[in-house]
């Protein structure tokens, strides 16, 4: 054997053996599961069923899903024989449904592979460091709150915390809020378009370890402690990825059938011919 034909071995193995390492997976997927009548059920319709009743699958727990899958799987394999039995594959409007459902999932497979094409690692950061750049700094605050029920109330409790009270310990004793009250009245970090306006106004007024006079809102009287400001920080990477990733997909989804559309002839037999449409779907909305 000449030097050529060996170099050219593992090449020829590789090639072989790329095959056969998808074997497995494929036996798997085509391993019967149940029978019924005669008629088999695979793994693989096990999976297919799976993305079809995504819904009710969930609402179950993980140890009854698979039963549920198999039973659903033995009633449709009987329908479905019991309906070719009257001859209804037959039928001009089976046909007719069939060919749509067809062309649907065709639709939606080719869709579905040539739009994960377009999320790349390089398109990811790509389209981050893109928006960053486009990004204003937006101020938040770390703030506490004691709510209660009138101003008389607010008005006695600011008295205590300005005669030097801990305003943790007031917050747990008096405020109304469910949510922030056993924290010492903590509402962590946030915007200003995140709190009722009132609340808003008054808390990013106040300056670091500053107490306001008692504010009226919706829900009640507050009085407020300012702990701190600061230019909100930008999120990281890694932390958005996956919403931009389902953005490059969404937005390679819809450009596809713009695509498509605009590459075709169109033509309308049931009205008037009209100018094409020159607007393009709306973008989604960009994480």
Not at 23 to 40: E, F, I, N, R, S
Not at 227 to 253: C, G, H, M, N, T
């Amino acid at each position: 054997m000449t030097s050529s034909r060996l170099a050219m071995l593992p090449l020829g193995l590789a090639l072989v053996a790329a095959p056969l390492a998808a074997l497995p997976a494929l036996a798997q997927q085509d391993k019967v599961v149940a029978k019924v009548d005669g008629m088999t059920i695979t793994e693989q319709d096990l999976s297919n069923a799976t993305e079809d009743l995504q819904e009710r699958l969930a609402q179950l727990p993980d140890e009854r899903k698979r039963d549920e899958l198999v039973n659903f799987l033995v009633d449709l394999k009987l329908g479905a024989k019991a309906a070719a039995a009257a001859k209804i594959a037959d039928t001009p409007e089976f046909t007719s449904r069939l060919a749509y459902m067809r062309d649907k999932l065709l639709l939606d497979e080719y869709i579905s592979r040539e739009s994960k094409k377009a999320v790349t690692p390089e398109a990811a950061k790509k389209l981050f460091d893109d928006t960053v750049k486009t990004m204003t700094p937006e101020e938040e605050v770390h703030a506490r709150h004691i709510l209660v029920e009138d101003e008389a109330k607010a008005k006695d409790v600011a008295a205590r915390l300005k005669k030097g009270e801990d305003f943790a310990k007031v917050a747990a004793e008096l405020s109304k809020d469910p949510g922030s009250g056993k924290e010492g009245g903590d509402l962590g970090w946030f915007t200003k378009e995140r709190m009722v306006p009132e609340f808003a106004e008054a808390a990013f007024k106040l300056d670091k370890g500053q107490i306001s006079d008692p504010v009226k809102s919706q829900f009640g009287w507050h009085v407020i402690k300012l702990e701190d400001k600061r230019s909100k920080p930008l999120p990281k990477f890694e932390e958005v990825k996956p919403q931009i990733d389902q953005y490059l997909e969404r937005k390679a989804q819809q450009d596809i059938v713009v695509a498509l559309r605009e590459k075709a002839k169109v033509e309308r037999l049931d009205k008037p011919a009209t100018p094409a449409p020159t607007d393009k779907p709306a973008e989604p909305k960009k994480p």
